[in-house]
């Protein structure tokens, strides 16, 4: 039988043990509140992490596609899910979003090797990329494909594709206005060197009004490169955002088209074609550019007498006033542009 001083150490300890217990599983509540919370947390910071992904994603201009090592499409930004209208390119594979190939192959090619593949990709009016509802004609595209770990087998691949059509067809603009001015800047030349000749080897120099109708001829033509030369000095301005490039003042349209006509003398007259006027007001002043008007005019008649070098060409240039508008024409009896 305990004695009265064990009973009480006994009570003691169970008082203690007691209390020791309910704290054990207050403070076993509170850690699994405080994991809960923090597990919460952390739920939440990832959360906001991958919004503020996705909305900088969202914020490119570019489409941003993220594929998995099999090339099925895991995450797409609203760039990329707006060339695909209406489709679910989400757990798809690229070769079933992608209608395509070449655009699919630099794809397929980076999820292969795992490596990084960046291409340009034309595609012609009929082929059409298979993405979306774009104008009709060529495009151009820049596919940026790699791995997100280079050494990492199972890496996301990344996929950026760029539209860049414009800058493109600008680049063939620039190509093409340089080999165009190179052949405008040689008829200029060879009308003054043959004049000089004229001039120089024709003993003209003593005749005067000979001489100085020759020398004017000369001078308008060398006006004409200095300005096929500040044309290109226009095209550089214009490419680096400067305004104001073009020379608009009244001038006479009368004496454009006759400038027209003087440039394409030789050729007239080598294919015994004509070239008439016709207006129903010959002062009439154009606000404009002269430059480029002659330019138009001449591109056209020059078309019409290059298409037709094997008939007795009609050529009419003319101009009417209507109501509220100015019609301008060029036509000819050949076979069209």
């Known amino acids: 039988m305990l004695t009265p001083f064990l009973a009480i150490i ?64 895991r995450y797409a930004n609203s760039p990329a899910e707006q060339l695909f209208p209406g489709r679910a390119i989400l757990d798809q594979h690229l070769d079933k979003v992608f209608l395509d190939g ?25 082929s059409g990329t298979g993405v979306h509802h774009e104008p009709a004609g060529e495009s151009v595209w820049f596919v940026d494909a790699g791995p997100i770990e280079a050494d990492n087998p199972a890496t996301p691949v990344r996929v950026i594709i760029r539209n860049t059509t414009a800058e493109h067809h600008a680049e063939q603009v620039r190509k093409d206005f340089v080999a165009n001015a190179s052949h405008e800047l040689r008829t200029p030349l060879a009308i003054i060197n043959g004049y000089l000749e004229n001039l120089i080897e024709g003993n003209l120099l003593d005749d005067r009004d000979t001489a100085l109708r020759f020398l004017k001829i000369m001078e308008k033509h060398g006006r ?49 074609a004509s070239v008439s006027i016709s207006s129903d007001d010959p002062d009439l002043r154009l606000q404009g550019d002269r430059f480029y008007w002659t330019q138009i005019l001449f591109n056209l008649v020059e078309n019409a007498l290059k298409q037709n070098p094997e008939i007795p ?25």
């Not at 009609?314 to 542009?337: A, C, F, M, Y």
């Open 224 to 272: 004409r490169i200095a300005r096929i030369v500040e044309d290109m000095l226009i095209i550089s301005r214009l490419e680096s955002g400067e305004v104001n490039t073009l020379r608009v003042k009244p001038f006479p349209l009368e004496s454009c088209v006759q400038d027209v006509v003087e440039r394409l003398e030789s050729v007239i007259a080598g294919q015994g």
């Open 102 to 126: 070449k655009l699919a192959t630099p794809i397929r090619e980076a999820v292969i090797s795992k490596k990084e593949i960046a291409r340009q990709v034309i595609l012609s009016e009929q």
């Open 313 to 337: 060409l009609s050529v009419e240039i003319g101009w009417r006033k209507t109501k509220d508008n100015l019609v301008i024409w060029v036509s000819d009896n050949g076979i069209g542009i």
């Open 10 to 73: 006994c009570s003691i300890l169970a008082i203690i043990i007691a209390v020791m217990a309910v704290r054990f599983n207050r403070l076993r509540r509170l850690s699994a509140e405080e994991r809960l919370i923090l597990e919460e947390d952390h739920r939440r910071s990832i959360g906001m992490k991958e919004h503020q992904n996705r909305e900088l994603l969202d914020a490119l201009n570019d489409p941003f596609l993220l594929l998995d090592a099999e090339g099925i499409i």
